[in-house]
Nanobody, 115 residues
Framework: VQLQASGGGLVQPGGSLRLSCVAS????????IAWFRQAPGRGREWLSC????????RYEDAMKGRFTIARDSAKNTVYLQMNSLKPEDTAVYLC?????????WGQGTLVTVSS
């Protein structure tokens, strides 16, 4: 059982990245998936989530309009599309998957927004 976040990198301000949260050993469709980030010297920040029972994704207010979460069941993957990136979006981005008492965290992926 493994959850892996990927897709981070260096991007200029105003650019876009798409992060992936890929599961192996279990089916993400049954799980609530959430994205978080942690910037240097700051606490972990919740960004967005998508559940199995509610088709409407949720976003932290500051991310609405810039970030989009989406499932791809065929690839057992949940994506976080990030647009109009700002230097303050620089952080390690992580995903987790929750179903009942089962909670899995993926290894984070670093996003650096800089010119």
């Amino acid at each position: 059982v493994q959850l892996q976040a990927s897709g981070g990198g260096l991007v200029q301000p105003g650019g876009s990245l798409r992060l992936s949260c890929v599961a192996s050993g279990f089916t993400l469709d049954y799980y609530a998936i959430a994205w978080f980030r942690q910037a240097p010297g700051r606490g972990r920040e919740w960004l967005s989530c998508i559940t199995s029972g509610d088709p409407i994704p949720r976003y932290e207010d500051a991310m609405k309009g810039r970030f989009t979460i989406a499932r791809d069941s065929a690839k057992n993957t949940v994506y976080l599309q990030m647009n109009s990136l700002k230097p303050e979006d620089t952080a390690v981005y992580l995903c987790n998957a929750l179903f009942g008492v089962n909670l899995y965290w993926g290894q984070g992926t670093l996003v650096t927004v800089s010119s």
